[in-house]
């Protein structure tokens, strides 16, 4: 059987901007070019271990989630796919503006958002809902690897009627920069990144754009594969 691709809508950096730069540098890996980059020479410095801390997040490349991965539904293509992305990002909408931190999220760190932003939240709704028609509906293996015995009542209904549990409500814009860490281990490791993170001087994110992202079977990295800026209302 051929290996079968899963595709992702996510938030990513423009290309080359300092935060573009940051992410790809910390996680070891450029998405747009599928690339492997060496780390800051700081970080694996203060922390030896860096290579293994970020191996999570560095399967994916930098980004935030808007639509999670899915495998295409009977009769989609990844070309319907493509200018499904180019539509959604034509529709004039608020442009979400946050302030972007450092912290920890669930067991593991992220670049996450200061304060809830209702526009940001409409926009991954928006996303979730648009495209659903491309998405195949899960397996009983993904569904079981969501571990429902351990979510919300809400979250299981949302893992089955989108295919993922934190959408809507539950939605939490994250750049995920490690792996789930302990406690003690966490502390010291959000110190460093919020050291590297505020060399950027970066107080205002727009999310401003999506990028459709590529995995070619559940052994490879994700790459990018189109990019479209949002357009302003």
């Not at 998405?31 to 999570?56: I, M, N, Y």
């Amino acid at each position: 059987m051929p290996p079968i691709p899963r595709y992702a809508i996510y938030y990513a950096p423009p290309q080359g901007t300092a935060l573009d730069q940051f992410g790809a540098e910390m996680l070891g890996y450029n998405a747009r070019v599928g690339a492997t980059l060496p780390f800051p020479k700081d970080v694996v410095e203060e922390q030896p271990d860096w290579h293994h801390l970020s191996e999570d997040p560095r399967k994916y490349g930098f980004h935030a989630t808007l639509k999670a991965p899915m495998a295409l539904a009977d009769g989609k293509t990844e070309r319907a796919l493509l200018a499904a992305c180019a539509e959604f990002a034509n529709t004039a909408r608020p442009i979400p503006l946050i302030t972007p931190i450092v912290n920890s999220i669930s067991g593991f760190i992220a670049l996450i958002p200061g304060g809830r932003s209702s526009e940001l939240d409409q926009l991954a709704a928006d996303a979730v809902c648009a495209f659903d028609s491309f998405r195949a509906p899960l397996t009983a293996e993904d569904r079981a690897r969501r571990n429902p015995a351990k979510l919300t009542p809400r979250q299981v209904d949302y893992l089955d009627r989108w295919g993922y549990p934190y959408v809507m409500e539950e939605f939490r814009f994250h750049m995920t920069l490690t792996g789930p860490l302990d406690q003690a281990k966490r502390e010291r490791v959000i110190v460093m990144l919020r050291q590297s993170f505020a060399r950027l001087k970066l107080t205002e994110l727009a999310v401003d754009r999506i990028a459709l992202f590529k995995q070619t079977d559940a052994k490879a990295r994700f790459t990018i594969i189109g990019d479209w800026p949002l357009r302003a209302r």
